[in-house]
């Protein structure tokens, strides 16, 4: 292999002509592999292939049809005078922009591709519930949220979006936007109301509302993501990650409440954490001190729970990112999730900060290695699939550092529902979800309810809670080390479970106890030790056996 130092003795060596030209030669060849790699419009009157994630979802669609388990539900607050039509125009000025919003997926020849449609104009739907009693139609408008979130998608017929507006009073209504995922993630949700606020304010205001074309449509991005994926780039980012996962753990066993089922039903349930400013404060300055993010620290946190409940010493957890490494996707909806997986060696019983400095590199390495869909990666890595849990991992940690903020329009302010409208599913035996608010980090953790109890879940998180304060407090202590237990649990453990004393009659020696055990049951379990155990009878026996012999050999009173 010519290493980069080699490749400086020999330009040194050249003449300055010659250096110039080969200089030239090497830029000019850089600049293609760049070009090469920019995504470019693809031929119009040819099929467009799924991406790789479309092609797990379309799968998983085969295999679970007329299921919602995968849609993305948006629902967003609308507090102020709302001009409805301006809000309808700028939806359908959406559907133009985004090709994704008019796709379905269809199989021609044995191929399952994409069907991009002309955009046709939408009718916003409006559903008036101020009819209804005032305290009933907050509880209403939670119950349509649920089931518009609920109600599958086709993804053959599509359309794969729809909206949908409530409306709670002249100055109040809810905005329902549900997506499925394999034409959106959550960076596409951002990207849409974002869009939606700069039309609606353009049509309000009575000016032409543009935005700036689009260099390309997700449908290039497939195209290109096939291309790529076939060259010598992809090789070398699965090396990495063949290296990186050879030999990982099937499955995480965590200690459930139930057996885990023959296959997954996703049935799930979710519990809250909240931090105060003063803790999150300390896990942001203790990540300071190792030069690593915050997520480095939480999920060093995390893996240590794990390691904990578990005892094993492998621990692999997975992490969602944008996967938007060019730069023509940032405006695009569309689905570019991917998914990164992160092994950490808890082996050795480091410090906190020393385990810290792992997941740091390994954070690091998986991040300078994202290129490589998860769908693909699977594909390549080739672990024991079984129906009964994901492959790879089954734990999965998020961190938001950049939540959604309140987008004010002309006379309307957009804002969080502020009730609960996701599915009750869970993809994943654990799914930490974490956001850093100004008040302090939020979190909240999905689990798989076939597995665990609330009350289960409940406890884990207050493990957690004490974990992160023990690490801030003092992050050169051993991870087998750190406290996890609340008060209530280190009393019961130190004297409820340890509370053995009972009455007895003082006024007996302790051989007389045993005989008069002997008469009650003599053959019941007195004594048991590495695999041996006396009846009492048998003790008596064998006590009254050492104690002739004693007598023999002079042993007396005292």
């Given at each position: 292999m010519i290493t980069t130092t080699d490749r400086a003795e020999r330009l040194k060596n050249l003449s300055p002509a010659k250096r110039a030209l080969l200089l030239k030669a090497m830029q000019q060849k850089a600049a293609q592999s760049a070009q090469d790699k920019s995504i470019r419009r693809r031929?119009?009157?040819?099929?467009?292939?799924?991406?790789?994630?479309?092609?797990?979802?379309?799968?998983?669609?085969?295999?679970?049809?007329?299921?919602?388990?995968?849609?993305?539900?948006?629902?967003?607050?609308?507090?102020?005078?709302?001009?409805?039509a301006a809000l309808e125009r700028s939806f359908n000025q959406i559907l133009q922009r985004h090709e994704s919003l008019r796709t379905t997926f269809a199989t021609l020849g044995g191929e399952t591709v994409q069907i991009v449609s002309e955009p046709e104009p939408i009718h916003l739907p409006i559903e008036d519930l101020t009819h209804l009693p005032a305290t009933e139609r907050e509880a209403m408008a939670q119950?349509?949220?649920?089931?518009?979130?609920?109600?599958?998608?086709?993804?053959?017929?599509?359309?794969?979006?729809?909206?949908?507006?409530?409306?709670?009073?002249?100055?109040?209504?809810?905005?329902?936007?549900?997506?499925?995922?394999?034409?959106?993630?959550?960076?596409?949700v951002g990207v849409l109301i974002r869009e939606v606020g700069t039309l609606y304010q353009g049509f309000v205001q009575g000016r032409p509302a543009t935005l700036p074309e689009l260099p390309i449509q997700y449908g290039d991005y497939a195209v290109w993501q096939r291309q790529w994926l076939t060259e010598e780039a992809l090789d070398e980012q699965l090396a990495y990650w063949k290296q990186q996962l050879g030999g990982a753990p099937a499955v995480l066993e965590l200690p459930t409440d139930r057996p885990?089922?023959?296959?997954?039903?996703?049935?799930?349930?979710?519990?809250?954490?909240?931090?105060?400013?003063?803790?999150?404060?300390?896990?942001?300055?203790?990540?300071?001190?190792?030069?690593?993010?915050?997520?480095?620290?939480?999920?060093?946190?995390?893996?240590?729970?794990?390691?904990?409940s578990t005892g094993q010493k492998d621990i692999v957890v997975g992490t969602p990112i944008a996967g938007r490494t060019r730069v023509e996707t940032e405006g695009l909806v569309g689905l570019f999730l991917n998914t990164l997986v992160l092994r950490t060696d808890m082996s050795g019983d480091p410090?906190?900060?020393?385990?810290?400095?792992?997941?740091?590199?390994?954070?690091l390495g998986a991040f300078a290695h994202q290129e490589v869909p998860f769908e693909?990666?699977?594909?390549?890595?080739?672990?024991?699939?079984?129906?009964?849990?994901?492959?790879?991992?089954q734990v999965m940690l998020v961190l938001q550092n950049t939540p959604l903020q309140a987008v004010e329009l002309p006379g309307l302010k957009l804002g969080a529902l502020g009730y609960e409208s996701t599915t009750g599913t869970a993809k994943f035996d654990l799914s930490f979800s974490l956001t850093e608010e100004e008040e302090g980090i939020t979190g909240i953790l999905r689990y798989n309810a076939d597995l665990f109890d609330a009350e289960t879940i409940k406890r884990l998180l207050a493990h957690f809670r004490i974990l992160l304060e023990a690490v801030v407090s003092d992050p050169e202590q051993a991870i087998s080390t750190v406290a996890l237990l609340t008060e209530d649990e280190r009393w019961q453990m130190l004297f409820e479970w340890n509370n053995t004393a009972r009455d007895y009659p003082t006024h007996q020696r302790l051989h007389q106890l045993i005989e008069a055990q002997v008469e009650r049951s003599p053959d019941a379990l007195a004594l048991l030790y590495n695999g041996q155990h006396l009846t009492y009878r048998e003790l008596n026996a064998r006590a009254n056996q050492l104690a002739h012999y004693l007598r023999t050999r002079g042993v007396g009173p005292d």
């Open positions: 031929p119009k009157d040819g099929p467009i292939p799924l991406s790789f994630a479309q092609q797990r979802l379309w799968f998983l669609d085969q295999l679970m049809p007329g299921s919602a388990f995968y849609n993305i539900p948006v629902p967003v607050r609308l507090s102020g005078q709302l001009n409805t119950q349509l949220v649920l089931s518009d979130a609920q109600q599958p998608f086709d993804l053959t017929r599509g359309p794969l979006w729809r909206v949908k507006l409530l409306r709670l009073a002249e100055e109040d209504h809810v905005l329902l936007m549900t997506m499925h995922h394999i034409i959106s993630d959550g960076w596409s885990r089922p023959a296959m997954q039903t996703y049935r799930g349930g979710r519990k809250t954490l909240r931090l105060s400013r003063q803790l999150t404060d300390g896990l942001k300055r203790l990540s300071q001190e190792e030069g690593a993010t915050l997520f480095m620290t939480m999920l060093a946190a995390y893996q240590t729970l794990l390691y904990r410090s906190f900060r020393e385990l810290l400095r792992r997941v740091k590199g390994v954070t693909k990666l699977v594909e390549e890595v080739q672990p024991v699939r079984n129906m009964s849990h994901s492959p790879l991992f």
